[in-house]
């Protein structure tokens, strides 16, 4: 394992690399990106650690660019996105880069029960309630955003208060999210999330990573490993079955670095169409916990992603149809990989898996960190 990341691996354990490293770490902004369709100013924040640069969005807390270097040092930008907010409003938009919520992945039906009451929410993945919903979901509303030094770097936080009842969740909602780019390539974001009434939470990133750039052609060169044994099975509507399988001997055993292409077609005749599981993230003594580790063999880039959660799901474009992102640049089918860390799909009605319910008086609290090398 190469040293730097060996450091960066025991920096999020140790919290030491890191808080050496920031003071080169810059932020700036926030720069007019336009408004929505409501006429609400949309506004970009833009984070610099190392040779990283990292750019946000207030519209749903989103991550629209990540300039990486390769290994000779040549960046590139390798998330997919838009230019312009109108992009970021259509129906070209597959939730690119931004935070999901209330709860992320699939609530089967869209209903669920809590203390005797049911809950109908928007049904906009039929059968099924996708990503919080409807028209009011995380990624779609205008976050605050603030900008923050902290001991690992610099920072931006994103602060959003979501009523009672929006999109049919019960409860008052503060919830931020706040990315922090340190000086080594390594970006946290940590959310948190207070409520005044019990309900379900379960927030997420959804950037669309192509490590040889957004846009470049698919992605099925990329080598991947998932620190997971195991993986939560689907039915034909991708809703977990409640049960917990190894990988072991299926298309989803990554315990050593596999090609995303090598067994994906064994993939595309079931509901999944592809890669799109929520792998169980194996036990680890310290947290956040190494969960999956994507490399690009032509740049070198490296992607790594260490999570507090116990779930982490991965998925290859298998909806991308060619829409123009940034630049005019074609996002196609298998064009890009999600490693979305969370707390299991549908957990909400599977009594078996951890809860995703928040209760009046306790703090959600979760940390994704995405290193980028080149190597
Ligand atoms: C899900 C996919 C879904 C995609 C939508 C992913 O998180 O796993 O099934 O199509 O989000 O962008």
Redesign the pocket.
């Known amino acids: 394992m190469p040293s730097r990341l060996v450091c960066l691996i025991s920096a999020v354990s140790l919290g030491s690399c890191l808080m050496n490293a920031a003071s080169a770490a810059e932020v700036s902004g926030p720069q007019p990106f336009g408004q929505t369709y409501e006429g609400t100013p949309v506004e970009r924040y833009t984070l610099t650690g190392g040779k990283v640069t990292v750019r946000l969005m207030n519209r749903g807390a989103t991550i629209t660019e990540v300039l990486a270097p390769d290994r000779a040092g040549a960046p590139a930008d390798i998330v997919l996105g838009f230019d312009d907010v109108a992009g970021y409003e259509s129906e070209a938009n ?2 690119f880069g931004c935070t ?1 919520g209330r709860v ?3 609530i089967a039906g869209g209903k669920f029960t809590l203390d005797g009451r049911q809950y109908q929410l928007a049904v906009n ?1 039929e059968p099924n309630h ?2 919080g919903g409807g028209k009011r979901s995380f990624d779609k509303v205008v976050w605050q955003g603030e900008k923050l030094v902290t001991p690992r770097g610099t920072a931006v936080r994103f602060s959003y208060a979501s009523p009672d009842g929006e999109e049919g969740y019960p409860g008052n909602v503060k919830a931020t999210v706040t990315y922090i780019l340190g000086d080594d390539g390594a970006l946290w974001i940590e959310w948190e999330a207070m409520t005044d009434r019990p309900t379900p939470i379960n927030l997420t990133n ?1 950037s669309y990573f192509n490590l040889a750039g957004a846009g470049s052609g698919t992605v099925l060169d990329h080598e991947v490993t998932m620190y997971a044994d195991s993986y939560t099975p689907v039915d034909t509507n ?1 809703i977990p079955t409640g049960k917990i399988d190894p990988v072991a001997g299926t298309p989803l055993d990554f315990t050593s670095p596999k090609r995303i292409g090598e067994r994906i077609e064994q993939l595309t005749k079931t509901p ?1 169409l592809g890669y ?1 599981h929520n792998f169980v993230v194996r036990k680890a003594d310290k947290l956040p916990a190494a969960a999956a580790r994507v490399r690009e063999p032509k740049s070198g880039r490296t992607l790594t992603v260490f999570t507090t959660q116990p779930g982490i ?1 991965f ?1 290859t474009g ?2 991308l149809t060619g829409q123009p992102g940034k630049g005019g640049k074609p996002y196609i089918y298998r064009g890009a990989f ?1 490693l ?1 860390t969370q707390h299991f799909p549908d957990s909400v009605n599977q009594p078996t898996f951890p809860t995703v319910i928040v209760k009046p008086g306790e703090v959600y609290k979760q940390t994704c960190v995405y290193v980028f090398t080149a190597e």
Do not use: A, K
């Open positions: 597959q939730y999901v992320c992945n699939r993945n996708l990503h959804h991708l999944t799109d799901q998925y298998n909806f999600c979305e």
